[in-house]
Structure formats: structure tokens, C-alpha cells
């Protein structure tokens, strides 16, 4: 489906939601119109009634018999015929209220609105006389110039209208309450595609409804994402293994070369710096392969109960005995209660040794790096920090927000904070940078003190 078919779609959609809505007024005003006409129709014979009276010699004669029976028959209170000159020259059951005698101003007014609040109906005769008959001013009101309604008539229009108004209102709010429920049933599933795709995760879209060419190109973005993905993890894999023994052969005849007493020092010495860069692209093949698996899920975590004081005691030992130089300062604070908490111990070693390493890299003139371990009821903080040149604001902002692909180019501590990133999100835990003052870095991590009860790390 094209873009110009899902609108057009939409677009007949609209009008004929529009159509019912007009359809479904017209029946409404259909049957008000009926019910109004039933209850409260009134017609007097007028027609009949004026048949009655005769113009006879400059005066009226009215058959008496005939008049009465027709006003008893239609429930009129009274009735009167005026003469050309507005004089009452015959009358039925008057009220002694009425005048006798009307001019032509009298006559406007009450064929127009009410007498003495009885609402009349008229009828010229021949001669220019007026029939006048009068309605049940307790039940009949005046609508227009011939028409009388009942009461009831009057409140059933008013209701009826009143209850069309909310009847549009509510068939108004059904029509969009429907039209947004079919776009939400439509478009939730593609936004939450949307949202997985931008996290890197895959999606897997029902393809149908009225979004389904989107979710149908979703799902071909999503596959084509998860077989690059695939191929990046496997070529990264073949390129760690292809490396890995060269790597070893360069670093068993350089160590060779400089533990052999018989080379000069400068060779030995050269040798030694074979060696050291070696161990570094050794390390550095190794982070990057956690890395992968890590973004892929390939890792999986083994969980144990560890004490996390004694697990930074161990990093820094560590560290210390292969032969730190006499520039760094290594320190241990601890902090907070003293209990264990669940994680991967060589995935959380390897985390605080990347921090540490980071530090004594990228500062070599010397500095003091100090980890601290807070353990509090629900969390654990393990924090690094140092006093060397610390960090660019711009890199320490992308770092928080997991952005390393432009530390990747060249920034400093990018690889090492990417590893320990993920190393933290596996745990269901977090990595935070910030500048110390006056110059410096502090990275903390912070986890959860037990994982969730599925086996995954809380989220």
C-alpha cells in the first residue's frame, strides 16, 4: 500500500464517518418531528367552523347547532365572530373578561400572540368579518401565526432537541473514541518497533492492520540490522582468532630476545617494549571481543553471592603486584554496611581493572587513583577516581549517555569506559563519569545488590 492509498483510505473514512453522522441526525430529527406531530398536534376545523357562518343582509347567520357541536367535538373553551368593524355580533361561552368591541390594532396584536393569555386561531369571512376561536390556555401555547401546540409538544421538543445535542455529542465522541483505538491498536505496535529498533534491539512486527507496509519495512530493517549485526559479531570473532596466535609467536620470541643476556641493553630494552605493546594489543583483542558479546547478549553471566570490598581488594593487589610503576598511588576506602551482593566476579574485576588501567594510561606522569566501595541496602557503588588530566566535558557527556562511537575515533578512555559500560548494563546497573576538582576523573558504577528473581539482572 503507497502512502497516497493509506490517505486516500483514510480520507474516504472520514467522509463516511461523516455521512453516518448525517444519516443518524436525520432519522434523530425524523423521529422527534413524528413524536411531536403525535403528542401535540393541534387543528382546529377551523375550515368547517367558517363553513358555519354565512354573511346574510350586512349581518352574519350561523347555524348554531352545527357551530356548537363542531367546538364541543374539538374541546375549544370559545369562540367569536367579529363584523367588519371589529364588534362582537356572535359568541360561544365568552369569557366576561373579553371586550366586545376590538379595532384593527386589537386584532393585530392577539392574531399574532395571545388574548386576555388564550391562545387564537382566526379565520376571515365574507363581509370582512373574523372568525375567532380560542385554544386551552393551559395546555396550548401559539407557535407562528396559525399554530397552536400543547404543552407537552413544547417539552418534547426541548428534551428532544436537548437529547439530540447530547446524543451528537456522544455519537461524536463514540466515532473519534473508535477512530483513535483502531490508530492506537495500529500504531503502538509499530511504535514500540520503532523504539527497539533505535535501542538495537530486533523487532518482530504483526504485519497487519492499517500500518502494516510500515511494520512490514520495519521488520525488513530489523532483520537486515540483526544480520549485520551478525556479521560484525563474526567478523570481529575471526579477526581476534586470526590475530591471536601471530600475537603469540611476536610475544614469545620478544620476551625471549629480552631475557637473553647475551643482546645489548638497547635490544633488551627494545625487546621489552615489544613485549609491553604486545601484552596492550593482547588486552585490547580481549576487551574488544567482550564488548561484542556483551552488545549481543553472548555473554552469558555467571551469578555468584561476592563480597564486593574484597573483590577491589583483589583488583588492586593484583595490579600492584605485577610491578605498578612508583608514579601511582593505589588507595581503598570502603564505605556503608558490610554485606555481599550477586554478580559475575571476573566480569566485575574486569570492569574496576579497565577503570584503574584507564587512569594509569592515560596519565603518565604519575597519579593517585582511589576505589571506593559503598554497599548500601539496595545498591553498590564502586567508585574510581583519580587526580590526573582527567576528562573532556564533551567525551565525559557522551560517556553518560553511552554514545562512544566518536571516543572510538581517537578520545581518550573511550574502549575502556565502552567494556565497563556494559560490563554495569549486563548487572542491570549503571556508569556515571564526573570532573573532579581542580583536575581529575571519577567514573562510578552502580548495581543492584541482588538480581531480579527471573535470574536476569533488575532492570
Excluded at 493509506?6 to 413524528?34: D, K
Excluded at 365572530?81 to 364588534?87: C, H, K, N, P, R
Excluded at 447530547?166 to 505496535?189: D, G, H, I, K
Aim: glycine content about 10%; proline content about 5%.
Amino acid at each position: 500500500m503507497t502512502a497516497q492509498r493509506f490517505f486516500r483510505r483514510y480520507f474516504l473514512t472520514g467522509i463516511g464517518l461523516i455521512l453516518l453522522f448525517l444519516v443518524a441526525n436525520g432519522v434523530m430529527l425524523l423521529g422527534l418531528s413524528m413524536a411531536i406531530d403525535r403528542v401535540s398536534a393541534f387543528r382546529a376545523p377551523l375550515d368547517e367552523l367558517a363553513a358555519c357562518v354565512q354573511a346574510e343582509g350586512g349581518g352574519y347567520r350561523v347555524r348554531q347547532a352545527e357551530i356548537t357541536a363542531l367546538l364541543e367535538g374539538s374541546g375549544l373553551p370559545w369562540a367569536m365572530v367579529l363584523d367588519a368593524e371589529g364588534g362582537v355580533v356572535w359568541s360561544w361561552q365568552l369569557p366576561p373578561s373579553l371586550c366586545l368591541d376590538y379595532t384593527a390594532a386589537d386584532v393585530a396584536r392577539f392574531s399574532r400572540w395571545y388574548l386576555e393569555d388564550y391562545p387564537v386561531l382566526e379565520r376571515v369571512l365574507d363581509g370582512g368579518g373574523l372568525l375567532v376561536v380560542a385554544g386551552d390556555k393551559d395546555r396550548l401555547v401559539r407557535l407562528g401565526l396559525s399554530n397552536l401546540m400543547s404543552l407537552g409538544g413544547v417539552r418534547t421538543m426541548l428534551y428532544g432537541g436537548l437529547g439530540i445535542v447530547a446524543a451528537n455529542l456522544l455519537l461524536v465522541v463514540a466515532l473519534f473514541w473508535r477512530s483513535t483505538r483502531r490508530m492506537e491498536q495500529s500504531a503502538a505496535p509499530l511504535m514500540e518497533g520503532i523504539g527497539k529498533i533505535a535501542a538495537g534491539q530486533p523487532a518482530a512486527l504483526p504485519e497487519t492492520g492499517e500500518l502494516a507496509p510500515v511494520q512490514k519495512a520495519l521488520n525488513r530493517v530489523s532483520a537486515q540490522m540483526a544480520r549485520r549485526d551478525a556479521a560484525r559479531a563474526e567478523w570481529i570473532n575471526g579477526i581476534s582468532h586470526d590475530v591471536r596466535t601471530p600475537l603469540s609467536v611476536i610475544l614469545g620470541y620478544a620476551g625471549t630476545l629480552a631475557a637473553d643476556p647475551a643482546l645489548p641493553p638497547a635490544a633488551r630494552q627494545q625487546a621489552g617494549m615489544i613485549c609491553a605493546q604486545g601484552e596492550r594489543l593482547r588486552d585490547l583483542i580481549r576487551d574488544l571481543n567482550l564488548v561484542s558479546q556483551l552488545e549481543y547478549s553472548m555473554q552469558p553471566l555467571q551469578w555468584r553471592h561476592l563480597d564486593p570490598v574484597e573483590l577491589a581488594r583483589g583488583v588492586l593487589s593484583e595490579l600492584l603486584n605485577g610491578g605498578l610503576d612508583s608514579r601511582y598511588v593505589l588507595e581503598l576506602q570502603t564505605a556503608g554496611r558490610e554485606d555481599t551482593i550477586e554478580g559475575d566476579p571476573a566480569l566485575l574485576a574486569r570492569a574496576l581493572e579497565n577503570l584503574v588501567r584507564n587512569s594509569i594510561r592515560h596519565n603518565p606522569g604519575g597519579c593517585t587513583v582511589t576505589v571506593t566501595v559503598d554497599r548500601e541496602p539496595e545498591t553498590c557503588r564502586f567508585t574510581v577516581q583519580d587526580d590526573g588530566v582527567g576528562m573532556t566535558a564533551a567525551a565525559m557527556e557522551r560517556a553518560n549517555a553511552g554514545q562512544f562511537e566518536a571516543a572510538q575515533s581517537g578520545a581518550q578512555h573511550g574502549f575502556g569506559l565502552r567494556l565497563v559500560y556494559g560490563i554495569a548494563a549486563a548487572h542491570g546497573g549503571t556508569m556515571a563519569c564526573r570532573p573532579v576538582r581542580p583536575t581529575g576523573l571519577e567514573v562510578t558504577i552502580t548495581l543492584p545488590a541482588a538480581r531480579a528473581r527471573d535470574g536476569t539482572a533488575p532492570a
